[in-house]
């Protein structure tokens, strides 16, 4: 394959299967051997098996990730369709995907890996007038190489190559989406040797019965919309991990030959006395003046073993970036501890800003393939990663407030939103309508403006 990659996509290979690895766990690392692990010199291939084996590796990576993905959804998406994108909602993607599930696939790369293609497409055959559009996604080792050139005084991707999971006798298709004398071409070819061998003819897509003088992709990273390769913010996290993997196995080797209590005898010990059985129920005859002892682990080592424990677990809490606390000291202001939390928090801030930028690029444009009005095409992720719940004090102060004449209706009601109290995407008007269903009288305290 390196006849078609590029040059920043061989530098970051390696780190991405890393990563990779270290977010599919334990079994993942392990098979990958002396990738990660070397065998110590003299260990035959039966020992290092089982010094691979007896090592231990703690999921950091995958659990931060679950945990900063969870903060990033912690609300749901407002997900704005003019009528026909509506199929899209349901049956958003290459693979029927609904736009929800595409959502968090986008974040959780973009979060891990620092890359994620987004390309639209019409389907190639069947096509009508009603045919909704759909997205076809590719993960960071998948976007194999890429030119851009300025086009009109922009940088535009230009080409760009793309690792299929399709196969032709037994050999990986490939996909290329170019520029050719501005007009957006599609191409699949496989590779015999070093040589590339074209399949099929070459496709031009068109909207309305005209090419398209662009490749209606977007690559989105936490630093951007560029199809320019950036450092994948997991890549510190699993080197540390696989570091600790590595520790781990050194240490449990040493442990497992020191923790076993090993017999040792002193003196003339004929050929045929030589022990060959331990344990319950055996019986040694020695020779007169023999001495037997045991060697074993003493001393202040024999807690070695919890220790070693212990120190896997402040590992584990150390690899668990400060970035997932949430929690306030017992001497800070619930200002304070905020202001904190979200410069932690700026790796999740980044994504979820470049992710809503590129889904709201792609659909825009999915709009306009439709004849639709562009604006009415959104995606709305919410920045809310803190938990602001009002406090019942807040609250008291809020109604005297309101009843005072000190602040206005739509002021209380923007502080109950923000405090997580009523649902943020419901007006004041469908949550005074829900009220009055339900029963209950707010005149007093949420006076209604006369008509």
């Keep these: 394959m390196t006849a078609i990659n590029h040059v920043r996509y061989d530098a970051r290979s390696k780190e991405y299967n890393l990563i990779r690895d270290c977010l599919d766990g334990e079994r993942a690392v392990k098979g990958q051997g002396q990738i990660y692990v070397k065998k110590p010199d003299g260990m035959s291939m039966d020992n290092y098996a089982h010094y691979l084996e007896r090592g231990t590796f703690y999921g950091a990576p995958e659990m931060t990730l679950r945990a900063l993905c969870g903060l990033a959804l912690r609300k749901d998406p407002v997900v704005k369709l003019p009528s026909r994108l509506e199929p899209m909602r349901l049956n958003a993607t290459h693979e029927n995907a609904p736009l929800s599930v595409m959502i968090e696939e986008t974040v959780r790369e973009v979060m891990s890996m620092g890359r994620y293609g987004i390309l639209l497409e019409f389907p190639r055959e069947g096509n009508t007038v009603l045919t909704t559009p759909y997205f076809s996604n ?29 196969d032709f006798d037994g050999s990986a298709v490939y996909i290329e989406c170019l520029l050719d004398d501005t007009i957006y071409k599609v191409r699949r070819f496989i590779m015999d040797g070093r040589s590339r061998v074209d399949m099929g003819e070459e496709i031009i897509p068109q909207v309305g019965g005209r090419a398209l003088n662009y490749i209606p992709m977007v690559i989105v990273s936490q630093e951007g919309l560029g199809v320019e390769d950036v450092k994948p913010p997991f890549l510190d996290l699993c080197t540390v991990a696989v570091s600790h993997f590595r520790n781990s196995c050194d240490r449990e080797h040493t442990m497992w030959h020191l923790s076993a209590p090993t017999p040792w ?50 590992t584990m809490a150390t690899l668990g970036a400060r970035m997932l606390s949430v929690n306030m000291n017992r001497n800070e202001t619930l200002d304070t501890a905020t202001q904190r939390t979200r410069s ?68 209380y009601m923007a502080n109950l939103r923000k405090g997580e109290i009523i649902d943020a995407n419901r007006t004041d008007e ?16 949420i006076p209604i403006a006369q008509t």
């Design 138 to 166: 590719w993960k960071a080792e998948e976007i194999l190489d890429w030119d851009t050139a300025y086009v009109n005084g922009r940088k535009e991707l230009t080409r760009v190559v793309l690792a299929s999971d399709e």
């Design 265 to 314: 005898i002193a003196g003339s010990v004929p050929a045929d006395k030589i022990p060959t059985q331990i344990g319950a129920g055996t019986i040694w005859h020695l020779p007169e003046g023999t001495e037997v002892g045991m060697l074993e682990f003493q001393g202040p080592g024999v807690n070695a073993q919890k220790a070693l424990m212990d120190e896997k677990i402040d």
């Design 344 to 411: 932690e928090l700026a790796l999740l801030h980044a994504v979820v800003v470049m992710v809503e930028m590129g889904l709201n690029r792609q659909l825009r444009l999915a709009a306009q393939w439709m004849g639709e009005d562009a604006d009415e095409a959104s995606i709305k992720l919410s920045r809310d990663f803190i938990e602001t719940t009002i406090d019942p004090k807040m609250m008291d102060a809020l109604n005297k407030a309101l009843m005072s004449g000190s602040i206005s209706r739509e002021t």
């Design 430 to 445: 469908e949550e005074l309508g829900a009220i009055e269903e339900d029963g209950g009288d707010l005149s007093n305290i």
